[in-house]
């Protein structure tokens, strides 16, 4: 009998913006019957060590992951997000970094919880820590607790009104730059994959450039399978990735109860990520 075999190499745990712990993450995957899950934290590791532990008594293999942001300007000023697998998840300049990248994330935060305070949203930074069960807060967190305060009806109409990129609330990180954060991840063993290219406001000749440049910084793959794509932004991004000579990832982007609409493994229901992928990306 032959038994197609899925996984996820996209991710989201409490130690970033998810809901899942890594053991309820791994769990649900191992439930979902993929074979290979990655948990990638944004800027962060911590979780790698319990996600494998959990692998090894689920029995599902986990790779150690990150998703880091990076800023990017050619031609489009925007964020972008690099993806690692595969990382030594225990290499120090890897968590030294990452550690500074958390603390401007902190900077960052006290700076933007006083924004929205001064815009008449009152919110203190420890109850926004409160709210993410932890001193690493993301934005998701502010929606939240925006929604919660009763400023906003809608997580939604928090980041359309006040906090995405842009607007009043929004206060920007001070970034990396993407040769920093490839850099990272191959120095701790792991390949570096391009996340989800249609979300920079980029066409595709201005993904396959920046992909293209990216490459010679040592970017090896990008996700050709996410669970936003529309099967012509599948085929598009399939073709710059077969062009280029670029590995093909796939993830759903799970974050748990924070992007309910999202399901691990099968994203908004119809993602499927074979499991040859894994093997063509394995270092
Ligand atoms: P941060 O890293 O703190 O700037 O927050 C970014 C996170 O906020 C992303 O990883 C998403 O999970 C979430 N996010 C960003 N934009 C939106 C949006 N328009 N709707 C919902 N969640 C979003
Ligand atoms: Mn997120
Ligand atoms: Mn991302
Ligand atoms: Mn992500």
Redesign the pocket.
Same mark, same amino acid.
């Given at each position: 009998m032959i038994t197609d075999k899925y996984i996820d190499l996209?991710t989201h745990s409490t130690f970033s913006d998810g809901t899942y712990t890594p053991t309820q993450l791994v769990k649900a995957a191992k439930d979902a019957n993929l074979s290979a899950v990655a948990l990638t934290d944004?800027d962060c590791v911590d979780g790698v060590g319990e996600a494998l532990e959990a692998g090894k008594s689920f029995g599902i293999e986990v790779i150690p992951g990150i998703?880091l +942001?990076a800023y990017y300007n050619n031609p489009v000023e925007t964020e972008i997000?690099i993806?690692g697998l595969f990382l030594d998840y225990t290499n120090e300049p890897l968590l030294k970094k990452t550690k500074e990248i958390m603390e401007e994330r902190t900077n960052r935060n006290i700076k933007m919880t006083a924004r929205l305070t001064e815009l008449g949203f009152p919110m203190t930074y420890d109850e926004l820590c409160a709210e993410a069960g932890r001193d690493s807060c993301s934005r998701t967190h502010y929606a939240n607790l925006m929604v919660k305060k009763g400023y906003t009806k809608t997580k939604k109409e928090a980041f359309q009104k006040y906090i995405s990129h842009g607007m009043a609330g929004f206060v920007p990180r001070v970034l990396p730059t993407p040769k920093e954060c490839i850099d990272l991840i191959t120095h701790s063993g792991g390949v570096a994959v391009l +996340?989800?290219p249609t979300?920079y406001g980029m066409n595709y000749n201005q993904i396959r450039l920046m992909a293209k440049e990216l490459m010679l910084l040592g970017l090896t793959g990008i996700e050709v399978k996410y669970s936003t794509y529309k099967p012509e932004q599948e085929r598009e991004i399939t073709r710059i990735a077969t062009e280029l000579g670029l590995k093909s990832s796939g993830g759903s982007?799970f974050h748990g109860l924070n992007k309910p609409e999202i399901s691990i493994g099968t994203g908004r229901g119809r993602l499927c990520i074979p499991h040859y992928f894994l093997q063509g990306l394995r270092p």
């Open positions: 996209h944004h998703e +942001a997000h993806v +996340a989800h979300l982007d």
